[in-house]
């Protein structure tokens, strides 16, 4: 084989393969072209269940409400379900201690004043221990919590709160059913007193037991007056202290001149009372000596 042929042979070989290259390329530009028009001929259907902005915003504002409910509900901010007609007195019993009495109890007055309060009772008390203030809140029922949690923002250290409560609705619905009775028979009372009674006993006796039914109803009254003041009004009893550092007293001290003249008048006056107690203890004595004295200075002058 000469070296033409050879040549030839290599050269068809080298058009094969290109043919081959270029007719691959062809076939993967037309596999692109196909995706392509795949692509752009793609429709969406108008019931399409996708998420637009509106969506993604109502869902975003749901998890931030959901959050907020969360944090009210630690922070115990969510409204009461007690219901409304409820008659219930809440008192509390609280002790702290502060690091000065006086301006805390200045500071408390100012949140009970805001709060439309006001002290019943105040006690004020010191030893070699403490210094002491106790004294009796009168507040809202609504500002019940908040005043106790204003109190406890000017204490060092909470010794303890006791929250108590008692439901008085039975007693109040009871009491005003009553009343409500009592008011119904004073009416028929009256009417029986303005229509039927004719005679002066007749008169007499409607005026009596209006005068009696008159009385129940101002008792009646006045328990339901009690009752509501004591469920508006709650009481906080405070006990606040400051502790007071212990100085011993001083084992021995010199006295000084004033103390020492002081005490030697008392000391001299002390002995003139005693000097005039004894005589009057020996008296009789004293009598009997100055009798014989006389009596000897007689005899003697008469041996003269």
């Not at 009775?181 to 229509?195: D, I, S």
Request: charged share 30%; aromatic share 10%.
């Amino acid at each position: 084989m000469n070296a033409i042929t050879l040549k030839r042979i290599v050269k068809s070989y080298v058009l094969i393969f290109l043919f081959f290259i270029s007719l691959s390329c062809s076939n993967h530009s037309a596999d692109y072209a196909n995706e392509e028009v795949a692509l752009e001929n793609v429709d969406l259907r108008d019931d399409y269940d996708g998420v637009d902005d509106e969506t993604a915003s109502a869902d975003v504002n749901f998890k931030e409400k959901s959050q907020g409910w969360i944090a009210n509900k630690n922070n115990k901010t969510l409204p009461s379900n007690i219901p409304a007609n409820l008659k219930i007195i809440k008192t509390a019993s609280t002790r702290y201690k502060v690091k000065n009495i006086d301006k805390a109890l200045a500071e408390i007055k100012e949140v009970m004043y805001l709060n439309g309060g006001y002290i019943s009772e105040l006690r004020y008390d010191k030893n070699y221990r403490e210094k002491q203030n106790r004294f009796t809140i009168k507040i809202p029922k609504e500002n019940f919590d908040i005043m106790l949690d204003g109190i406890q923002k000017f204490a060092e250290e909470t010794d303890f709160v006791n929250i108590s409560t008692t439901d008085v609705t039975e007693k109040y619905m009871d009491a005003q059913s009553r009343l409500k009775t009592k008011l119904e028979v004073k009416e028929r009372l009256e009417a029986v007193l303005r229509k039927r009674a004719k005679t002066v006993k007749d008169i007499l006796a409607t005026e009596n037991e209006l005068r009696v039914i008159q009385e129940e109803i101002e008792a009646a009254q006045g328990k339901i007056k009690y009752m509501s003041s004591r469920v508006a009004y709650s009481t906080i009893q405070v006990e606040i202290y400051e502790t007071i550092t212990f100085k011993e007293q001083p084992v021995s001290y010199e006295k000084g001149f004033g103390a020492k003249a002081k005490e030697g008048l008392s000391a001299g006056w002390e002995f003139i009372q005693g000097i005039a107690i004894a005589i009057l203890y020996i008296w009789p004595i004293i009598i009997l000596l100055i009798i014989g004295f006389f009596f000897f200075k007689r005899w003697k002058k008469a041996r003269k």
